[in-house]
């Protein structure tokens, strides 16, 4: 009878090497030399482990397909990063089923749980904003099937990730700032259950102590998209809160402030400077012209798809690596010097 507690990461621990090779080894897959197919067999007999026999009929050799999880699909960075990761993916022979979460953990458990019985060699997964559980990741890795993180992670989750560095992103649209000689800043900020939010804003916070500015934690709101941020803006306005510029936790939030504080007679940005993060494609259509943090959403599609291509070739354990992108500020016209 199978050990509940036995599985193929288990054997890969043990002899070293990946649970994808564990997997495929237990396959009699041809890319896999006698030799390891021996010793897996061996002490998959010796510890009484017996596969899932769905998953494997299901999985019986390799699919040459890739799961990707992403939040929200109308978003111009992970629309970006999809073709990122198409790119590499059609240069090495592999397709790529795209689902997203809708910032919904139930619904991205449902996703990683189809995929997980679904013919598929790998998953590369942003994960929602309100996700803090990983026991769903936790299955797809024990059956032998990597995954990688990009954008968001999971950070006890130990896994290849490629992310970007919102802290330096964040300084440097703080600091900006700073230089135009705003000093009441507001943030509104991104969720601080992810590491995203939290980078952000400590960027933010950062950029106030090394320059020397009165931190007023006042200022920094919890507001992460359009709707919010036409309400949040509204009602700072209403409550008469002094402030000479607001830095977002993106573009979408930043496009709400422009539109609620022009509507109030509010000058953007002789008034108020507005500086977003994404660069999101609306940023050059609304008016003004929104200053924003760019980030390399095609690079990391294709740095996250070839982690995960080499993860799967592998026959060997790879310690977990974390690639981190440089972004740039991008000057239009919702900032101004005083």
């Not at 992403?70 to 240069?91: D, L, M, R, T, Y």
């Not at 997980?116 to 299955?139: A, C, M, N, P, Q």
């Not at 109030?264 to 943090?293: H, Q, R």
């Not at 974390?322 to 010097?337: A, Q, S």
């Given at each position: 009878?199978?050990s509940?507690?036995?599985?193929?990461?288990?054997?890969?621990?043990?002899?070293?090497?990946s649970?994808?090779?564990?997997?495929?080894?237990?396959?009699d897959?041809?890319?896999?030399?006698?030799?390891?197919?021996?010793?897996?067999?061996?002490?998959?007999?010796?510890?009484?482990?017996?596969?899932?026999?769905?998953?494997?009929?299901?999985?019986?050799?390799?699919?040459?397909?890739?799961?990707?999880?992403?939040?929200?699909?109308v978003?111009?960075?992970?629309?970006?990063?999809?073709?990122?990761?198409?790119?590499?993916?059609?240069?090495?022979?592999?397709?790529?089923?795209?689902?997203?979460?809708?910032?919904?953990?139930?619904?991205e458990?449902?996703?990683?749980?189809?995929?997980?019985?679904?013919?598929?060699?790998?998953?590369?997964?942003?994960?929602?904003?309100?996700?803090?559980?990983?026991?769903?990741l936790?299955?797809?890795?024990?059956?032998?099937?990597?995954?990688?993180?990009?954008?968001?992670?999971?950070?006890?989750?130990?896994?290849?990730?490629?992310?970007?560095?919102?802290?330096?992103?964040?300084?440097?649209?703080?600091?900006?700032?700073?230089?135009?000689?705003?000093r009441?800043i507001?943030?509104?900020?991104?969720?601080?259950?992810?590491?995203?939010?939290k980078?952000?804003?400590?960027?933010?916070?950062?950029?106030?102590?090394?320059?020397?500015?009165?931190?007023?934690?006042s200022?920094?709101?919890?507001c992460?998209?359009?709707?919010?941020?036409?309400?949040?803006?509204?009602?700072?306005?209403?409550?008469?809160?002094?402030?000479?510029?607001?830095?977002?936790?993106?573009?979408?939030?930043?496009?709400?402030?422009?539109?609620?504080?022009?509507?109030?007679?509010?000058?953007?940005?002789?008034?108020?400077?507005?500086?977003?993060?994404g660069?999101?494609?609306?940023?050059?259509?609304?008016?003004?012209?929104?200053?924003?943090?760019?980030?390399?959403?095609?690079?990391?599609?294709?740095?996250?798809?070839?982690?995960?291509?080499?993860?799967?070739?592998?026959?060997?354990?790879?310690?977990?690596?974390?690639?981190?992108?440089?972004?740039?500020?991008?000057?239009?016209?919702?900032?101004?010097?005083?």
């Amino acid at each position: 009878m199978k050990s509940p507690n036995v599985t193929i990461k288990d054997i890969a621990r043990l002899l070293g090497i990946s649970p994808s090779t564990v997997s495929r080894a237990l396959k009699d897959h041809p890319d896999i030399s006698q030799a390891t197919k021996d010793q897996v067999n061996k002490l998959a007999a010796e510890m009484n482990y017996r596969p899932n026999p769905i998953a494997l009929s299901l999985r019986n050799r390799r699919s040459n397909v890739i799961g990707v999880v992403i939040p929200e699909i109308v978003h111009f960075f992970f629309s970006s990063v999809i073709s990122g990761i198409n790119k590499v993916a059609n240069e090495h022979g592999f397709s790529v089923m795209v689902s997203q979460s809708s910032e919904d953990f139930e619904k991205e458990v449902e996703v990683c749980e189809t995929f997980r019985h679904s013919i598929i060699d790998g998953l590369l997964i942003s994960v929602s904003k309100h996700t803090t559980e990983y026991e769903h990741l936790r299955r797809l890795d024990e059956e032998g099937i990597p995954v990688v993180f990009f954008d968001r992670m999971i950070e006890e989750f130990n896994a290849d990730r490629v992310l970007i560095n919102d802290y330096e992103g964040a300084f440097e649209a703080t600091q900006y700032l700073i230089v135009e000689g705003r000093r009441r800043i507001m943030h509104f900020a991104g969720p601080q259950s992810r590491l995203i939010g939290k980078n952000r804003l400590k960027g933010y916070l950062e950029a106030h102590r090394k320059n020397g500015v009165v931190i007023d934690e006042s200022l920094v709101i919890n507001c992460d998209n359009f709707e919010s941020a036409l309400v949040q803006t509204q009602r700072i306005i209403d409550e008469g809160v002094k402030f000479d510029a607001i830095f977002t936790v993106n573009d979408f939030t930043a496009a709400g402030v422009v539109k609620t504080l022009v509507k109030n007679g509010i000058k953007v940005p002789e008034d108020v400077s507005v500086i977003g993060f994404g660069n999101d494609y609306m940023a050059e259509m609304i008016e003004p012209t929104l200053t924003t943090v760019c980030q390399p959403g095609f690079t990391m599609g294709e740095k996250a798809m070839q982690m995960l291509i080499n993860r799967i070739n592998s026959e060997k354990t790879l310690e977990p690596k974390t690639e981190v992108l440089p972004t740039k500020l991008i000057i239009r016209n919702t900032t101004k010097k005083r």
